[in-house]
Each structure stands twice: as C-alpha cells, then as structure tokens.
C-alpha cells in the first residue's frame, strides 16, 4: 500500500530475530533512570531537563531517539564512577544497571548489533534484560520539583465546581511556589467565586491561572502534574488533550466506574503532598497513534488514541466490508459492523462489551475485535504491539464507513480510504495507588469472577433442632474432631463414595 508520507519511526523486523523498537517516550525512561543515579543530578520543574542536559549538553529538545539514550547512559555511568557510594535502598549498584541499560539500548539501536548475536543464548539474556528493564521502569519513582499543576474537572456537573476551589485554595495555600491552572471557564463561574479566592489568598493573582484547548496543544507551559477531578471520562478527555509528551495524571474518582480514577477525593491533601514531596510511581499505559489517509495517500488526521479505535458502517444500512493488514500483510477481510481496536486499557470498554478479553494494561499488546460480525467463526484476537496494523475499506465495499477515537471525533472513511494504527511514543502515565489494585478494581467493578460462598443452615431449623445441633458440634469439639471437614468417612451420615464402591 502506498503512502505519500513519511513512515512513523518504529522497526519492522522479523519477530523471530529481533525485538521492535521501544515505544516508551524517552522523558519518562529516563525519569525511571534518574531514580538510580546519585542525587547530585538535581530534578527541576521539567520531568527529564537535568538527564537531557546531561546527555545533551544543552536542552534536552534535541532528543530524539534512543541512541540519545544510550550515550546519555554510558555518561552517567562515566560521572557516577566518580560518585563512592551508591543508593542505598537499591537492590544493585546503580552504576551497573546503567552500563547495563546503556549497553543493551546500543544493541536493540544497532542494526548490525542483533545481527551479531551468535547463539540463541545471547538472544535470550538481550530479550530477558528488555523484560528486566520494563519492570525496573514501572518501579521508577518520579521526583519533581513540582511549579505548575493543571486541573481537568468533569464537564456538566456543577457539584465538582465547589470541590476543584477546596481544591485550587489548598494547593494555594500549602504550595507558596505552584501554579495552579484551572479551566477558564471557572473565571467568571459564581460558584468558583474567582474574585473570593483573591481576597482569601492575594498571591492566587499570580499563581492562580486559566486553561483553554489551545494552551494544551501549543505546549507552552511544562505541567508537572494533571489532576483530574471526575470519572474515566475525564482521564480519557486529558489524553484527547495531551496529544504529545503527557505529564503523570493524578485522578480522583467523582464518577460511576473509577477504572482509571485510582485515588478518593477525601484523601486529596495526603494524596497531593505525597506526590509533591516523595515522588510517584507510574503505570505507562500504551496508547495507539492512529492516522486516517485518503485513497491517495494524504493524511486527514492524526490522533492519539488511549482506549479504542473504532471503524463501523455508521448510518449505513449495509454490513461494511474491511480488509485488515498487518505490517502491509493482509490478515482477513472482515464483513461486520465494524471492528474495534483497543489498547490493553481499553479492553475494559467497548471491546469488552463486543465480547473482547480483559487484558492487564502492563499487557504489550493489540487488541482486535470484530462488532456482530457475519462469520461466527471471526472472534476476537490479541497481537503483538509491534504489528503495525491497516484498516482500509476496499473498492468492491458497498458503503463507505465512520472511524471514532475514543468515542470522540468521528471521521468518515470513503470507499479506499485507511487508518493505520500503531503503538504511540507517547504513552499516558498515570499514577499509582499502590493500596488499588487492577485485580481488585475489575472485581469490583465488573464483579469479575464474583459469586456466593455456601453458608451453613442452622438459622433454618427450629429452636429444638437447633439446640440439638449445637449439643453435637460442641461434643464435636471437645473431643478434638471437626464434623464439617475430616478424612473419617463413617462420621458423614450421607456419603455418596460409597455408591461408586459397589
């Protein structure tokens, strides 16, 4: 398939030789890193400014790709030599995991250094050491000398209003150095009373500033943290606007699901400090770039994508027809009505709903799943996230179809038109409540694998039986016996084993 436009920087090789290219942006690898080197390298307000600069020798803008990294590495390795002791609270001697870590982004970087690897031994420890550095990321504990902080709040609730200001005068009054950025809408709400706050905190005319769409995505101020005050509506509206490098997302659940609000908001001033003063640890949840073309080529969007892409026939009547490639390789052509492709996160969503799996976000994967499709036989699959996949809705397709990106901006396919989907540089940190569990958050969300424990019936029976029943159980147990649980077979009036005997 041809494209007019220039290729997204992922390496497509052969899963049987190689590993892709990591996908994890490189401001928050070497936040993880910066947790392991000496504290003499100084955070700023800037989440990777003191590390670029580091290896850059100026602004860390110029950071483009891993090789930076590598060589950033084996620079910090050179200057903790000179450093005596290593962190103490660290399993190993940091030093090591940097020549480690440096040495291994020079072979996945190097084309000619996988193709040196000599044994499939060497090809198991560099695959191993990829799996050891992905944990050691999801342990990273991010410190921030944290100056500016944005606040999302749930749109059509007019309840969180009066929440966002307890909120915004908190941080006021206990951060005398932040910048609390609310949406600019609140500016002439009554319920935020702008004009009060001022008068209760005259520093809030400084540092208390507003939010607009286009702020966001003209990049111009360095948010260290989004705090979102809402459901997973309003975490999936921060990544519709963090369309690049996203800030770690703090959310407090005011909503009905709470997937993705992993914090109360009665516990926000305990929650905030913490974060502002120990750090934090996050989940880098993947997301997808999806970019939609013309029969032509031509890109008419492009957008980041946190839970689902979906294609369906939308208004038309017919079953739309779509031919899916992987890695420019034809995969199937389904005839449904449509198909939905979602990250590990949104397996939870709409894919659940059309008969998906649930997929643990830490999960590398893609998930694709077919919406009524006309063969039984199509069900849904889970890919490598190293696949770059094409929709495209073919010529002989008897109607054109409607792809939307989480649920938002609906874009029309016409008849040769395609979206490509891979995953994003950019993924969406968010962090960690380390007493909220994803296992505990789909039991008790979805109910998953929920059922009823059998319990006794002695509540059913007559006082007489009753008194008679508790007789015999504490004979039971004074003679050092357990009549519910035992080995003994005679003491079970009732014992089926003894038909299978006969």
Excluded at 87 to 109: G, H, K, M, R
Excluded at 245 to 257: A, E, R, T, Y
């Amino acid at each position: 398939m041809q494209n007019s436009t220039t290729s997204p920087p992922f390496i497509r090789r052969s899963s049987s030789s190689a590993q892709k290219e990591p996908v994890l942006h490189d401001s928050l690898l070497l936040q993880s890193i910066h947790q392991q080197i000496p504290s003499s390298i100084s955070s700023t307000s800037s989440s990777s400014t003191s590390l670029s600069v580091v290896i850059n020798g100026k602004n860390g803008n110029n950071l483009q790709n891993s090789s930076y990294i590598a060589d950033g590495l084996e620079k910090l390795h050179l200057r903790n030599n000179h450093q005596h002791n290593c962190i103490a609270s660290a399993p190993a001697c940091p030093n090591n995991d940097l020549e480690n870590d440096a040495v291994l982004f020079n072979t996945l970087n190097n084309t000619e250094g996988l193709s040196s690897v000599r044994s499939h031994m060497d090809l198991a420890k560099t695959a191993n050491s990829v799996r050891t550095l992905a944990k050691r990321l999801n342990r990273a504990t991010i410190s921030l000398n944290v100056k500016s902080v944005i606040i999302i709040t749930k749109a059509r609730d007019n309840s969180l209003i009066y929440l966002t200001k307890e909120m915004v005068e908190w941080l006021l009054v206990n951060f005398s150095s932040m910048n609390v950025y609310v949406d600019k809408k609140l500016e002439t709400s009554h319920r935020f009373d702008y004009q009060g706050l001022l008068n209760d905190v005259p520093t809030a005319t400084v540092r208390l500033k507003f939010w607009d769409k286009q702020l966001i995505l003209a990049n111009s101020v360095p948010f260290d943290f989004v705090i979102t005050l809402g459901g997973d509506g309003t975490v999936l509206h921060a990544s519709t606007m963090f369309q690049n490098v996203v800030p770690p997302i703090i959310s407090f659940s005011l909503g009905s699901l709470g997937f993705l609000t992993n914090f109360e908001f009665e516990n926000f001033r305990e929650v905030l400090s913490k974060a502002a003063t120990k750090g934090v640890k996050t989940d880098l949840r993947m997301r997808f770039t999806c970019k939609v073309h013309a029969a032509d080529g031509t890109i008419i969007c492009e957008q980041q994508v946190l839970n689902e892409l979906t294609i369906d026939r939308g208004p038309s009547p017919y079953v739309t027809m779509l031919e899916l490639y992987g890695d420019e390789h034809l995969l199937t052509v389904a005839q449904a009505d449509g198909l939905i492709i979602a990250t590990p996160t949104g397996s939870t969503a709409y894919s659940l709903s059309a008969g998906g799996s649930l997929v643990h976000p830490e999960v590398s994967c893609i998930c694709i799943t077919p919406i009524c499709p006309h063969t039984l036989s199509f069900r849904p699959i889970m890919v490598p996230d190293s696949i770059k996949l094409t929709v495209k809705v073919p010529s002989r397709s008897r109607s054109t179809a409607w792809a939307a990106f989480d649920g938002r901006n609906r874009v029309k396919l016409e008849v040769g038109g395609y979206v490509t989907i891979c995953a994003s540089r950019f993924p969406f940190p968010t962090v960690k409540n380390e007493n909220n569990l994803y296992f505990e958050n789909v039991s008790r969300v979805l109910n998953w694998n929920v059922r009823k424990e059998q319990k006794g019936f002695k509540h059913l029976l007559s006082d007489k039986n009753k008194k008679i029943c508790d007789a015999e159980e504490n004979a039971s147990i004074a003679a050092g016996s357990d009549t519910i649980q035992t080995d003994d077979e005679e003491l079970w009036d009732i014992d089926y084993s003894d038909l299978d005997e006969n």
